[in-house]
């Protein structure tokens, strides 16, 4: 089995003040209380305009995002190449309901999408379709309800800023990746990415689309998209991930009187990722993986499954990847064993960013297991380098 416990190889990048700095947050975001809080101060904090920054910025913003730029993230990006961890600039902004906004956002996506071709530490662009329309929009088009012509005109722009992206990517030979975000608007972000699949995938996995595997229903997707892609002689690109949104979608089923489109145990979610990685690696012919997860299980059986295929570590179709400022130990040790691996580096400011953050800190909060272990091994790491000195 692959070593993923190397300390010295994990935080090699890091000095002792970074190593610090993750210490003190992973030690106050184990417990759920002060998560709360933090929640709950920074909603007020956003609705009311006040300044955040002074705390956010020093603590949870600079352990998990690059910086507010493209440019800003240049430092992180470079000091991970250098251990062949690339990066993927994520880029973060509140949900907008102005064109005009809107299409600021578009246009800084697509500076984003054009910077990826540009460096080779970074091997894919991403976004989130709801940036590029509103939600109502989506929501409404995912239910087949009928839009008003000012939402016809915001759907069609969504279509031609979604197309315009995916072109872009295509030009610059780098792949791009679709974000899954609420289950209320995935069939029409689905329907769309299929579409751009079949437009731009036929050399190679230009797009890839976002299966969150803790849906019931994703595992027939994927042998849908799978069939898709045999009687079209595409590539489909799956990047697979869990899923964020659990409680929230559960809580919405719940209210809108629908059953949950969620599995009902983590053990089911997990069944369903890892099978879906197996069937990924069966059928590597015709399906390219990005695989982003900080589950060792789920990594080992990847490992496995591309072992048992023959395949090498570093086989181009198969991508791993964590999020900036999580497990360390798993990226930088994968990246050393040779698979091609990469971390999800988010950019933009303070207020637009907080989201993202307290996604992450309530997420590392209720995995209480991994958090303790992350913790476990930074001061493991800050006591090794003590007894160096
Ligand atoms: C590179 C990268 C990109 C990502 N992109 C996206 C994205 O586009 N969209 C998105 O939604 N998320 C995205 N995520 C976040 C991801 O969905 C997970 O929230 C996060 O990675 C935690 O899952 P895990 O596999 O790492 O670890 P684990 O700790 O093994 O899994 C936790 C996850 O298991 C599931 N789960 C937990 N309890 C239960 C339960 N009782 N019943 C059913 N399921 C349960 C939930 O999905 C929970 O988030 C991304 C993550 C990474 C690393």
Same mark, same amino acid.
């Given at each position: 089995m692959i070593d993923l416990d190397n300390i010295e190889v994990a935080y090699k990048i890091k000095n002792d003040r970074e190593l610090g700095n993750a210490k003190f947050l992973f030690s106050m975001i184990k417990y759920p209380f002060m998560v709360r809080s933090l929640g709950f101060m920074s909603n007020m904090a956003l609705k009311m305009r006040l300044p955040i920054s002074w705390i956010v910025k020093p603590t949870l913003y600079r352990h998990f995002v690059g910086g507010e730029t493209i440019e800003e993230c240049f430092p992180a990006m470079n000091k991970m190449i250098g251990e062949n961890v690339k990066s993927v600039l994520d880029f973060s902004i509140e949900a907008a309901e102005k064109e005009a906004e809107i299409d600021a956002t578009f246009q800084e996506l697509k500076r984003s999408v054009i910077n990826s071709g540009k %460096?080779? +530490? #970074?091997p894919f662009s991403v976004f989130k @379709? &709801? +940036?590029? &329309?509103t939600h109502n929009v989506l929501k409404k088009v995912s239910f087949n309800e009928p839009l008003t012509s000012e939402e016809q005109t915001s759907y069609n722009n969504f279509l031609q800023r979604f197309d315009s992206l995916c072109a872009e990517a295509a030009k610059t030979g780098k792949p791009i990746m679709v974000d899954a975000e609420d289950y209320w608007f995935q069939k029409a972000i689905d329907d769309v990415t299929e579409e751009m699949m079949l437009k =731009?995938?036929?050399?190679? +996995?230009t797009v890839y689309t976002t299966l969150q595997?803790?849906? %019931?229903d994703r595992l027939a997707y994927l042998q849908h998209l799978i069939e898709l892609a045999k009687q079209n002689n595409i590539i489909a690109g799956i990047k697979y991930v869990r899923g964020a949104y659990m409680e929230k979608e559960r809580a919405r089923a719940m209210a809108g009187g629908y059953p949950s @489109? #969620? =599995?009902?145990t983590k053990k089911d979610t997990d069944n369903a990722f890892n099978e879906a990685l197996r069937i990924s690696v069966e059928n590597c012919d015709r399906i390219h993986v990005f695989c982003g997860t900080h589950n060792e299980e789920s990594i080992h059986a990847l490992v496995q499954y591309m072992k048992d295929k023959g395949l @090498?570590?570093?086989? @181009?179709a198969i991508y791993i990847a964590q999020l900036y400022g999580m497990s360390d130990n798993l990226s930088f040790n994968l990246a050393k064993a040779g698979y091609n691996v990469a971390k999800y580096l988010p950019y933009g400011k303070v207020r637009n960013v907080l989201p993202y953050l307290i996604r992450r800190a309530e997420e590392n909060s209720a995995i209480a297991g991994q958090t303790t272990r992350e913790l476990i091994m930074l001061k493991q790491e800050l006591k090794r380098r003590k007894s160096l000195k």
């Open positions: %460096h080779e +530490a #970074i @379709p &709801t +940036a590029l &329309t =731009y995938n036929h050399k190679t +996995a595997m803790y849906r %019931h @489109p #969620i =599995y009902p @090498p570590n570093n086989h @181009p």
